[in-house]
């Protein structure tokens, strides 16, 4: 479509997307960029021009002069171009990333609703609150049964606590004191004799004494002898 129609209603053309209209503008950055050091290295030959011929040939020096004049307001009305360009890059850019961040919190709240639609609060804290009852109930029932009813019941703490401290004191005497453990003690034997015995060594005193039947013996005859 030409200008003028575009400018007397013609027919309305659809508007290019946030990344289609990005991609061209730095296109046109770059475009704009290439032609700033075509036009910065025409600038640099004129001068050198002006140089060469400022005693030789003024005529050609004020001419390179003002060729060069004309490349630099180019050169600066491409570098207002340039800001100006990316200044609406960056806020398309900008547009862009807020489009998507949209989109994105949206697509969140829409399931963050669904995700919420069978839900109801009350019965939400209704059912909290079964919760909380049937772990009071587990809480109890464990208690109940980690408690020895039946076991131990009738056992004495203080009694346990001073059989321990005797056991603990007899064990310090043994091992650190040294006192001895006390021994039983036996009966003493008795001096004199049993009536028993005492009958058989009178009966042998009473006795006559016998001549041995081996008074023939000569072994024997020594033995006496010496004993006498």
Not at 29 to 42: A, D, P, R, V
Not at 153 to 169: I, K, S, T
Request: glycine share 4%; no cysteine; charged share 35%.
């Amino acid at each position: 479509m030409s200008f003028f129609g575009k400018m007397f209603g013609g027919k309305k053309e659809v508007a290019p997307t946030t990344g289609e209209a990005i991609q061209k503008l730095r296109e046109t950055e770059n475009m704009l960029i290439k032609k700033q050091e075509f036009l910065e290295s025409k600038i640099e030959e004129e001068l050198n021009t002006a140089r060469k011929n400022a005693s030789k040939n003024k005529r050609v020096a004020l001419q390179a002069l003002k060729k060069k004049k004309r490349l630099e307001k180019q050169l600066q009305q491409i570098d207002g171009t340039l800001s100006t360009i990316e200044m609406q890059r960056e806020a398309l850019e900008s547009a862009n990333t807020n489009t998507a961040v949209l989109t994105t919190m949206k697509n969140a709240a829409d399931a963050l609703k669904s995700a919420h639609q069978n839900m109801d609060v009350d019965k939400v804290h209704d059912m909290m609150d079964d919760i909380a009852e049937q772990q009071d109930v587990a809480r109890e029932i464990s208690d109940a049964i980690s408690n020895p009813v039946a076991f131990g019941a009738d056992l004495d703490d203080e009694d346990l606590e001073r059989e321990l401290d005797e056991l603990e004191q007899e064990n310090f005497d043994k091992e650190i004191i040294g006192i001895p453990e006390p021994t039983p003690t036996l009966p003493e034997a008795p001096t004199e004799d049993l009536p028993e015995k005492a009958k058989e060594k009178k009966k042998a005193a009473l006795a006559p004494a016998t001549k041995p039947e081996d008074d023939d013996d000569p072994v024997m005859q020594q033995l006496l002898s010496w004993a006498n």
